[in-house]
Each structure stands twice: as structure tokens, then as C-alpha cells.
């Protein structure tokens, strides 16, 4: 008797990069169907890949949907804190949230529903919650730059609201509107 053969190994597929790219598909997925239909069979075949790499990269579909949309969260705080960072007073840092608001937050129709995906995922996900949580303090945060902490947490309020109004109305508010209610408001 001979000795049994060796045994046949394929190439494994080297994929630095799949982890980031499951979490960047899965904020693709949500923007094009909403979270609902953010599977883990939808998110593999939209990142092309095996349906096992999701369950090897994240334990569970809640955790990756946290992963995604915190990435999401990142990404628009960061852009937010480096306006109001730039912002040299007050009457520029509040012509600097309009720009936050109509550029950033309303300006993409896939950050837009994002964002309100990411709202109504929250309200029955804790661990979601934490993520918008996440998001508000680092919103106040940057907003501390140049007001009060309790108008800060009501100017971030309104943007909130301002942020479901445009999403939600059939005539949403535009700039000048916007400008002239956070003048109003905080100004």
C-alpha cells in the first residue's frame, strides 16, 4: 500500500480588502433597497463574494449593518467637525452647517437615505442607537466650537428634524429657508 495521496489544496483567493469592501456594499445595498433588504445573500452577491466571507468578517448581520453605518456616521461627522473647525466665528460656523445641511446631508440623495435608514433602523436596534448616539455627541461636539452646549443640542436637534422633514416632505425647505430658520433659531 501506498501512502495517501496529498491532499489537493486550491489557492485561497487573497482578499485584503473584503472586510471594508463587505461594509462599504452593505451601505450600497441599504441606499438602493433599504435595510429590510439588506440580507446577508443580498450583500454577498452585491460584493460578488461567497456567502460564508460575511459570516467569517462579522458574527451576525446586526453587527456588520453597525459596522456599515458607522462608517457612514464617520465619514459625515468628520466631514462636519473639519467645517465648523474652519469656521473662524459663529456667523461662519452657521453658514457652515447650512452647507453641512444642504451639501452634505441633503445634497446626496444616498447619504439622505442613509441617514434615514440609519433613524428607523435605530428606533428598535439598542446597538443601532448606540451608532446614532455616536453620531449626535460628535455633532454637538463640533457644534461647541461655537455655541453653548444646550443651543448646541437644540441646533443639532433641528438639524435632525430638518434632516426627516427634507426627506419625508414633497416641498422641502431649500437653503435660504434653511439659513434663515437656523439664523432665526441660533444666530
Same mark, same amino acid.
Given at each position: 500500500?501506498?501512502?495517501?495521496?496529498a *491532499?489537493?489544496?486550491?489557492p485561497?483567493?487573497?482578499? *485584503?480588502?473584503?472586510?471594508d469592501?463587505? &461594509?462599504?456594499?452593505?451601505?450600497d445595498v441599504?441606499?438602493?433597497r433599504? &435595510?429590510?433588504?439588506?440580507?446577508?445573500?443580498?450583500?454577498a452577491?452585491?460584493?460578488?463574494?461567497?456567502?460564508?466571507?460575511?459570516?467569517?468578517h462579522?458574527?451576525s448581520?446586526a453587527?456588520l449593518?453597525?459596522a456599515?453605518?458607522?462608517r457612514?456616521?464617520?465619514d459625515?461627522a468628520?466631514?462636519?467637525?473639519?467645517?465648523?473647525?474652519?469656521?473662524?466665528?459663529?456667523?461662519?460656523?452657521?453658514?457652515?452647517? &447650512?452647507?453641512?445641511?444642504t451639501?452634505?446631508?441633503l445634497?446626496?440623495?444616498?447619504?439622505?437615505?442613509?441617514?434615514?435608514?440609519?433613524?428607523?433602523?435605530?428606533?428598535?436596534?439598542?446597538?443601532?442607537?448606540a451608532?446614532?448616539q455616536?453620531?449626535?455627541?460628535? +455633532?454637538?461636539? +463640533?457644534?461647541e466650537?461655537?455655541?453653548?452646549p444646550?443651543t448646541?443640542?437644540?441646533?443639532?436637534a433641528?438639524?435632525?428634524g430638518? &434632516?426627516?422633514? +427634507?426627506?419625508? +416632505?414633497?416641498d *422641502?425647505?431649500?437653503?435660504?429657508q434653511?439659513?434663515?430658520a437656523l439664523?432665526?433659531?441660533?444666530g
Amino acid at each position: 500500500m501506498g501512502a495517501d495521496p496529498a *491532499p489537493v489544496r486550491r489557492p485561497r483567493r487573497h482578499d *485584503p480588502g473584503r472586510r471594508d469592501r463587505l &461594509v462599504d456594499t452593505t451601505l450600497d445595498v441599504i441606499a438602493a433597497r433599504g &435595510v429590510a433588504a439588506a440580507t446577508h445573500r443580498a450583500i454577498a452577491r452585491a460584493a460578488d463574494v461567497p456567502l460564508g466571507s460575511l459570516t467569517y468578517h462579522f458574527g451576525s448581520l446586526a453587527e456588520l449593518l453597525a459596522a456599515a453605518f458607522t462608517r457612514h456616521v464617520d465619514d459625515v461627522a468628520a466631514r462636519f467637525d473639519a467645517r465648523m473647525a474652519a469656521a473662524p466665528d459663529r456667523t461662519a460656523a452657521l453658514e457652515a452647517l &447650512v452647507e453641512h445641511l444642504t451639501g452634505d446631508l441633503l445634497g446626496s440623495q444616498r447619504d439622505l437615505v442613509l441617514a434615514v435608514e440609519l433613524y428607523v433602523a435605530a428606533a428598535r436596534d439598542a446597538e443601532l442607537r448606540a451608532v446614532t448616539q455616536d453620531w449626535m455627541s460628535r +455633532s454637538r461636539r +463640533s457644534l461647541e466650537r461655537h455655541l453653548d452646549p444646550v443651543t448646541a443640542r437644540e441646533v443639532d436637534a433641528l438639524v435632525e428634524g430638518l &434632516v426627516l422633514h +427634507s426627506a419625508l +416632505s414633497t416641498d *422641502p425647505m431649500d437653503a435660504a429657508q434653511i439659513r434663515a430658520a437656523l439664523l432665526r433659531f441660533a444666530g
